[in-house]
Nanobody
């Protein structure tokens, strides 16, 4: 069992930065692919970024590539999402996800994810 708790959301102006954190419980954190998804009002939950268990591989949605960076610290059971050059269209609830499958699988679908956090709200004002 893995519990995920996100933090770091808030209100920021366009062009600004935020860093989200996701703290995971459980001693098997390092064996999971970790990722971030987001859901804007009235829209479906969409993939943002994922990182392999070792941190050696990452994948990003085209909409955030070059602006967001995912990283993890297995010693701290934490995954991060550094968000730079934020845009109003980045406004959403951001969810942390843990999955036993490969990052390519996580990037293709939100279905079948093993564990979800409750989310943290990011609001980008114009």
């Amino acid at each position: 069992q893995v519990q995920l708790v996100e933090s770091g959301g808030g209100l920021v102006q366009a062009g600004g930065s935020l860093r989200l954190s996701c703290a995971a419980s459980g001693r098997t954190f390092s064996s999971y692919t970790m990722g971030w998804f987001r859901q804007a009002p009235g829209k479906e939950r969409e993939f943002v970024a994922a990182i392999s268990w070792s941190g050696g591989s990452t994948i990003y949605a085209d909409s955030v590539k070059g602006r967001f960076t995912i990283s993890r610290d297995n010693a701290k059971n934490t995954v991060y999402l550094q968000m730079n050059s934020l845009k109003p269209e980045d406004t959403a609830v951001y969810y942390c996800a843990a999955d036993s499958r490969a990052i390519a699988t996580m990037s293709r679908s939100r279905y079948g994810i093993d564990y979800w956090g409750k989310g943290t709200l990011v609001t980008v004002s114009s």
